[in-house]
């Protein structure tokens, strides 16, 4: 564990290859559950996911982003754990609005906890010139947090996260 390989083989971040790694044992469990009690003669051919169904967070992240017309997407836990993110503008700081969105998550989970609200299912801030909606992802621990200017239907924004999240839910 205290060795480091001579050369770096994984080139992408670590959170991409762990959801992947989640829709191959997916895959794999639910193969196994259809041919449970049963002797496959022959092994059918796992169908390749489409791109929409693609374990890949960032192309799902890209799609908000366009759909969203975004500043920053980001796909993180309700604990504050950045999964995934991208970002648009170079006027964001993605380092320190990322450790930001980490600190403050817990806590609106918090209050809503106080007041007995239920789970959280979409909150929005809007100000002057931009708009965060942060919505997640049914039946898991997941939230994606949108950043796009003040000029965006929130509607727009919705409609995006809601399509990706549908997808990362069939992944999950």
Do not use: C
Not at 127 to 139: E, G, P, T, W
């Amino acid at each position: 564990i205290q060795e480091v390989p001579p050369t770096v083989t994984i080139v992408d971040s670590w959170e991409q290859l762990l959801i992947e790694s989640m829709q191959y044992v997916s895959e794999v469990s639910d193969e196994t559950e259809k041919g449970a009690g049963k002797k496959a003669k022959q092994q059918p051919k796992a169908k390749a996911p489409s791109d929409a169904e693609s374990g890949d967070t960032s192309k799902m992240l890209d799609r908000i982003m366009a759909g969203s017309e975004a500043h920053a997407v980001y796909m993180i836990t309700s604990d504050g754990f950045l999964i995934d993110k991208r970002l648009r503008e170079e006027q964001l700081d993605l380092v320190k609005s990322s450790d930001e969105i980490s600190k403050i998550l817990p806590n609106i989970l918090a209050v809503s906890q106080a007041i007995n609200a239920g789970d959280l299912k979409e909150i929005n801030f809007r100000f002057a010139n931009s708009i965060m909606m942060i919505r997640s992802v049914d039946d898991s621990d997941l939230m994606i947090i949108v950043i796009s200017p003040s000029s965006v239907p929130s509607g727009n924004m919705y409609k995006s996260i809601l399509k990706e999240s549908e997808n990362l839910r069939k992944i999950i």
